[in-house]
């Protein structure tokens, strides 16, 4: 079992720079492969950035490759999204979720493939 809280939205103007946390409990979070995904209004929740359990492969949506980047720090137990050069259409609710990696290296990018998530975190990016 993990519980996971994000931090670190706000709002920004476009071009700027925000850095996401997702602080995890839990003894396992070693063992967890951690995702971000984001969810517009009147949108699907659509996958951003995963990386797995020992942080040493990371995959991307198109829409954010070469402008963001996911990161993790299993000491902390926290998973970092740093978001740079951002746009408009990056405003969102980002969630974290977590995905029991079991020794896999499968990078899920699949909502239904994540079995805990946190409660988000407000992205805003003025034009």
């Known amino acids: 079992q993990v519980q996971l809280v994000e931090s670190g939205g706000g709002l920004v103007q476009a071009g700027d720079s925000l850095r996401l946390s997702c602080a995890a409990s839990?003894?396992?979070?070693?063992?967890?492969?951690m995702g971000w995904f984001r969810q517009a209004p009147g949108k699907e929740r659509e996958f951003v950035a995963v990386i797995s359990w020992s942080g040493g492969s990371t995959y991307y949506a198109d829409s954010v490759k070469g402008r963001f980047t996911i990161s993790r720090d299993n000491a902390k137990n926290t998973v970092y999204l740093q978001m740079n050069s951002l746009k408009p259409e990056d405003t969102a609710v980002y969630y974290c979720?977590?995905?029991?990696?079991?020794?896999?290296?499968?990078?899920?990018?699949?909502?239904?493939?994540?079995?805990?998530w946190g409660q988000g975190t407000q992205v805003t990016v003025s034009s």
């Open positions: 839990g003894r396992t979070f070693s063992s967890y492969v």
């Open positions: 979720a977590a995905r029991d990696a079991s020794g896999s290296r499968y990078l899920a990018t699949r909502r239904y493939e994540y079995g805990y």
